[in-house]
Structure formats: structure tokens, C-alpha cells
């Protein structure tokens, strides 16, 4: 593994079904972050964990949840998915808090979610 | 009103032209900014971050203006490569690692 990586790549879903995307990352990065993207939206937050064993809600995260029970794994799960929960969905991490090498964030490959 | 807001585009031009992109911010507590690349259907990556007055790497040059509360992203001698959209983002204080994203702004450089 080298970097982010993220499962599924895509999925179709049926709506009222659970689903949890996965997010794992080797750089031993404190932080993570999902946001989703939607045309003409641009990216936003939906749950964050500035480290391993808390979580914090983003700018949109009714109908979805968090763990963050080590430092690598970060999976993000919709209990019951529904129509409008479909999007591109990325996971993200950074050096938080700052060091001296930036605090910028990396970027999985995402997934494609749609919900029927 | 957006946290971060961006001119969505498209920017058309022609190869060899400078475009130069805007992105607004409202929290004046902003600590850093970034400005992201993404090819379609691909994950954002690092263009460059701003942490001060400006940075410069080869053809690209990022400028922050704290007064007014925008950060520039300028390209110089576009390439057809150069085309993708470009999100800028903040970070809000120094309690937390979260950035505030642009809806991005869409670059389309053509021969």
C-alpha cells in the first residue's frame, strides 16, 4: 500500500441498504476526512478524526457514520442509503497537527456511490 | 454565502496564454490556503500551498491577499496538459486540520 487507498471503487446500491466505504492510509497521518463531491458543489466535509479514537461531524453528515478505532482505517458507513447520498466519495488525510512538513491533505482515489 | 468561493468557469484558452484564477474566503482566521488539481474522474492533488504572501513553482504562481481575503492561482504559458479543474481551499484555525473547500473552477486549454 502507498498512500490512500479506497473500497470499493464503485457500487450500486439499493436504497434502505447499509453500506460502509473503506479508507485505509500507511502514512501514519493523524488526521482524516470524507467529503463528497457533487456537480456544481465542489467538495464537502462530512466527518473528520484528528486522531485515532475521536471524530468530529463535517458540513454534512447527517445519514452517515464514522469510527476511527486505529490510526490507518477511517470507514465511513450510510445506515440507509438514499437516492440523494449518491456522489463521489473521498477520503483524505493529513499531518494534523501541523509539522513541518505541511498541512496539506492527500487524496484516496475515491469511490462512486449510486443509490437507486 | 460560501466559506470559499470560486468562479466555477469554464476558462477557455488558447496554449501559450497566462490565466489567472480567484478564490474568496470569508473567515479572516484562515491560516493556510491551497490550491488543488483534478483531472476528471480523479482524486484532487497538491498544486501548491500558501502560507504567507505568495509561492511561486515554474509557470505557476500563488499570491494571498489577506486584506481583501483572496488567494490567486496565475498560469503562465498555459499548457494543453494544463486543463482541469482547480480547487482552492482554507484552513479554518490552528485547532483543527480541516479545509474548507471552492466548487473549483474548470481550465480548458486549447491548440
Known amino acids: 500500500i502507498a498512500g490512500i487507498t479506497q473500497a470499493p471503487t464503485s457500487q450500486i446500491l439499493a436504497a434502505g441498504r447499509r453500506m460502509t466505504l473503506r479508507c485505509t492510509q500507511d502514512?501514519?497521518?493523524?488526521?482524516m476526512y470524507w467529503y463528497r463531491q457533487d456537480l456544481g458543489l465542489g467538495l464537502r466535509l462530512i466527518h473528520y478524526?484528528?486522531?485515532?479514537?475521536?471524530?468530529g461531524k463535517g458540513e454534512v453528515p447527517d445519514g452517515y457514520s464514522v469510527s476511527r478505532a486505529n490510526t490507518d482505517d477511517f470507514p465511513l458507513t450510510l445506515a440507509s442509503a438514499v437516492p440523494s447520498q449518491t456522489s463521489v466519495y473521498f477520503c483524505?488525510?493529513?499531518?494534523?497537527?501541523?509539522?513541518?512538513?505541511?498541512?496539506?491533505?492527500?487524496f484516496g482515489p475515491g469511490t462512486r456511490l449510486t443509490v437507486l | 454565502r460560501k466559506e470559499v468561493e470560486q468562479d466555477p468557469g469554464p476558462f477557455n484558452v488558447p496554449e501559450g496564454a497566462t490565466v489567472a484564477f480567484n478564490c474568496t474566503y470569508s473567515?479572516?482566521?484562515?491560516?493556510?490556503f491551497f490550491w488543488y488539481r483534478q483531472d476528471c474522474r480523479k482524486e484532487p492533488k497538491l498544486l501548491m500551498s500558501?502560507?504567507?504572501s505568495g509561492n511561486e513553482d515554474g509557470r505557476f504562481t500563488a499570491q494571498l491577499n489577506r486584506a481583501s481575503q483572496y488567494i490567486s492561482l496565475l498560469i503562465r504559458d498555459s499548457k494543453l496538459s494544463d486543463s482541469a479543474t482547480y480547487l482552492c481551499?482554507?484552513?479554518?484555525?490552528?485547532?483543527?486540520?480541516?479545509?474548507?473547500f471552492g466548487q473549483g473552477t474548470t481550465l480548458q486549454v486549447k491548440p
Open positions: 473567515n479572516s482566521a484562515s491560516q493556510s
Open positions: 502514512m501514519r497521518h493523524n488526521a
Open positions: 478524526s484528528n486522531t485515532a479514537g475521536t471524530t
Open positions: 481551499a482554507a484552513r479554518g484555525t490552528r485547532n483543527t486540520g480541516k479545509l474548507i
Open positions: 483524505a488525510s493529513s499531518d494534523f497537527p501541523v509539522l513541518a512538513s505541511g498541512d496539506e491533505q492527500f
Open positions: 500558501v502560507y504567507s
